[in-house]
């Protein structure tokens, strides 16, 4: 869309005739959700998804952290992660 905006010509190919769950998910970071918010399409993403300020993950044996990260610590005020599952 922002090519597009900018006069370029576009041409999307899609691999499926439509959308369908199929178990999984996506996750949109705080620059997927800027990009969106230039196209106006952010608020529409979030509320359909789940807020994401903090992802945590742990080994399955005994749970030893591997990865603590909390958006907050970028700085910027209102910075999150959207979860969204298809």
């Known amino acids: 869309m922002l ?49 994401i300020d903090r992802l945590c993950g742990k080994t399955g044996a005994g749970g030893r952290s591997v990865l603590d990260v909390a958006y907050a610590a970028l700085g910027h005020d209102g910075v999150f992660g959207v979860g969204i599952h298809l």
């Open 3 to 51: 090519l597009q905006r900018d006069g370029h010509r576009v041409t999307l190919f899609e691999r499926f005739a439509a959308p369908r769950p199929i178990g999984s998910g996506l996750m949109i970071q705080p620059t997927g959700l800027a990009v969106l918010a230039q196209l106006g399409l952010a608020e529409h993403v979030i509320g359909r998804g789940a807020r």
